[in-house]
């Protein structure tokens, strides 16, 4: 998915009409923490997928 700046100043201005300018700072703060946790939550399942775990009968180095 890939948003242009129109599509980015139309979801802007929703969002404005929504929450109102007051709302805005705290409701960007939230989707960012969002986000950011989303982000570290799939890098912690990737590095689990990726770990190698010796099978049974298989010297380690």
Same mark, same amino acid.
């Given at each position: 998915?890939n #948003?242009?700046?129109? $599509? *980015?100043? *139309?979801?802007?201005? !929703?969002?404005? #009409? !929504?929450?109102? &300018?007051? %709302? #805005?700072? $705290?409701?960007?703060?939230?989707?960012?923490?969002?986000?950011? $946790?989303?982000?570290? &939550? &799939?890098? $912690?399942?990737?590095? *689990? %997928? =990726? &770990?190698?775990?010796? %099978?049974?009968?298989?010297? =380690?180095?």
């Open positions: 998915m #948003l242009g700046p129109l $599509e *980015l100043g *139309l979801i802007l201005v !929703i969002v404005l #009409l !929504i929450f109102g &300018a007051g %709302k #805005l700072p $705290e409701v960007f703060r939230s989707l960012g923490q969002g986000i950011r $946790e989303f982000r570290e &939550a &799939a890098g $912690e399942e990737d590095e *689990l %997928k =990726s &770990a190698e775990v010796p %099978k049974a009968g298989q010297a =380690s180095k």
